[in-house]
């Protein structure tokens, strides 16, 4: 045991010295900081321009429309007036009141001009030349104050009292969907989905690229003759082992200081935001346990025993990087039929492609956290997946252990299948 962690401890600082690890580990918080900023910018920047209100609006409708949409858009009775310039009117002087109108568009002294006319009240077009034409968020701010406006037009024509108006064209409702004993989150599932998809591309990406890295390290001891002479004093199961748990340790190291920075960020994130003058947007979590850390790491731990173990055995049977790109491609596979089943079962989680999702070894690092990030699952499914997982392990490092013993040393010419199943049969 005592060669296994010197071998653990060597792969493990080697990695974490090394440029790459640093780089990385640096660029992850830029990236969480990204996802922290982002959503209030894209927030600022979908909310109308402050002075989208400064135009001017051509009436020749003759219904006085245009004061209503011009009081609208300056936030109500006791908004500011002068804001929004009000043209009424006839049809016959639409044309020059228009020229006027772009005249004072072309001098900045306003953002754009409204045309409303006969065709407008019909309920056909309405006309609008400005700057922002090209922002579908002022745009849309102007149409449905237009539409709003058009529709109490038509109610007070109808004999509908004006303050009943008002209350029809300014009621709105917010759905807050949940599934029946969904996990907790602000009551949103929506949240609770993105939440989980996160979680679950972690795990995927995270396995996938320390699997690699292990396959690079064996690849990487092949060419230089490095193995040759480690393996005159340590055995290649040990060695195996030492690479994979070094590798691992360098996972975890990466994801703590990646989740350390999350929440470092998150705390931070209001007077950050304020500094740049954006909102500071509340950003819900489910609620998450000790218990639930706990199981995610240990399906991450048992994920990557899986594929590392798999992934040492491509890197012993190749010589070259380019030869590995083919021959880990079964083994890629079965990581990307994973991920192309997140979307399925993040719509149905309780459904039975789901259940055995989470009960296969090479999907249940990837499916059963999703499931848990969205639903209860009784303990019994969560005991049966770690220990249908634990046995995938087993296998998985005992034929990758024998393989890598006899392929270690192999070079040249590259292993059929049967030579490989040789290999695992005799090998001790």
């Given at each position: 045991m005592g060669k296994l962690w010197v071998v653990a401890r060597r792969e493990y600082l080697?990695?974490?010295?090394?440029?790459?690890?640093?780089?990385?580990?640096?660029?992850?918080p830029v990236l969480l900081g990204t996802l922290v900023f982002l959503p209030a910018w894209m927030a600022h920047r979908s909310q109308p321009s402050s002075d989208v209100a400064r135009i001017i609006v051509v009436d020749a409708s003759g219904t006085r429309l245009g004061s209503r949409v011009a009081t609208e858009l300056n936030g109500g009775l006791f908004g500011d007036a002068s804001l929004t310039h009000v043209v009424e009117v006839s049809p016959a002087g639409a044309a020059a009141a228009q020229d006027s109108a772009r005249q004072e568009v072309l001098s900045e002294r306003a953002k754009g001009y409204l045309l409303i006319d006969t065709t407008t009240v019909a309920g056909d077009t309405a006309r609008y030349v400005g700057s922002n034409a090209s922002s579908?968020?002022?745009?849309?701010?102007?149409?449905?104050?237009?539409?709003?406006?058009?529709?109490?037009?038509?109610?007070?024509?109808?004999?509908?009292?004006?303050?009943?108006i008002r209350s029809i064209t300014t009621s709105s409702v917010t759905l807050h969907a949940e599934r029946p004993g969904e996990r907790s989150a602000g009551g949103s599932a929506e949240v609770t989905s993105a939440f989980a998809f996160s979680v679950a591309f972690l795990l995927y990406f995270s396995?996938?690229?320390?699997?690699?890295?292990?396959?690079?390290?064996?690849?990487?001891?092949?060419?230089?003759?490095?193995?040759e002479v480690v393996v005159a004093s340590v055995s290649a199961t040990r060695l195996l082992g030492g690479k994979v748990l070094g590798v691992g340790a360098v996972g975890i190291t990466q994801i703590a200081l990646s989740i350390g920075a999350s929440m470092l960020l998150y705390k931070l994130r209001a007077p950050l935001l304020a500094q740049f003058g954006l909102p500071a947007m509340?950003?819900?979590?489910?609620?998450?346990?000790?218990?639930?850390?706990?199981?995610?790491?240990?399906?991450?731990?048992?994920?990557?025993?899986?594929?590392?173990?798999?992934?040492?055995?491509?890197?012993?049977?190749?010589?070259?990087?380019?030869e590995a790109q083919q021959v880990q491609l079964p083994v890629a596979m079965l990581?990307?039929?994973?991920?192309?089943?997140?979307?399925?079962?993040?719509?149905?989680?309780?459904?039975?492609?789901?259940?055995?999702?989470?009960?296969?070894p090479f999907s249940a690092p990837i499916m059963m956290p999703l499931r848990l990030a969205l639903v209860p699952v009784p303990w019994w499914t969560v005991a049966s997946s770690i220990a249908a997982l634990g046995l995938g392990c087993y296998a998985a490092v005992w034929i990758a252990a024998r393989i890598y013993r006899t392929g270690l040393l192999m070079y040249g010419k590259r292993p059929t299948v049967r030579e490989l199943i040789r290999w695992i049969r005799v090998a001790r």
């Open positions: 080697e990695r974490v010295r090394s440029k790459w690890f640093i780089v990385s580990t640096i660029l992850t579908p968020v002022d745009m849309g701010r102007i149409e449905r104050v237009l539409g709003e406006q058009l529709i109490a037009l038509r109610l007070e024509r109808a004999g509908v009292d004006p303050a009943q396995i996938f690229l320390y699997g690699q890295n292990v396959m690079r390290g064996v690849i990487e001891e092949k060419q230089s003759r490095v193995a509340p950003i819900p979590f489910p609620e998450v346990t000790a218990g639930d850390f706990v199981l995610l790491l240990t399906y991450f731990v048992l994920g990557y025993l899986f594929y590392a173990a798999l992934f040492a055995a491509v890197g012993a049977v190749v010589s070259t990087e380019q990581l990307v039929v994973s991920a192309v089943f997140i979307q399925p079962v993040l719509l149905a989680p309780d459904s039975s492609l789901a259940a055995t999702l989470s009960l296969i």
